[in-house]
């Protein structure tokens, strides 16, 4: 079996507590099973020609964080996307969510 590819959307890095942040468990079990896991914040995503795009960073390892250079992506690109945001639910919440509409449904 090929690996998969997971999007985790996620608040900024800075604003985390990395001891107990679940995501980054999540992500390095994944990551320990040899499949890819990218890093995507809300500022950082946008529809182009009805596509949902963003600013994506390839995640190698969460103690520590390790995240590579980040591409501009079709998030159709992706096996998962998990929407991993604290709040609040807002309207900028709302539009991510809107855009997030736009995703293959498979």
Avoid: C
């Amino acid at each position: 079996m090929s690996p998969a590819k997971f999007l985790f959307i996620m608040d900024p890095a800075e604003t985390l507590n990395l001891q107990t942040e679940t995501s980054l468990l999540l992500m390095q079990e994944l990551i320990e099973r040899q499949h890819r896991v990218y890093w995507l914040q809300q500022e950082d995503i946008a529809l182009y020609h009805d596509q949902p795009m963003g600013k994506v960073f390839p995640v190698s390892a969460t103690e520590p964080l390790q995240r590579g250079l980040a591409t501009w992506e079709n998030l159709n690109g992706f096996d998962a996307v998990l929407l991993r945001k604290d709040p609040p639910f807002d309207t900028v919440f709302l539009q991510l969510t809107l855009i997030l509409d736009h995703l293959d449904p498979r």
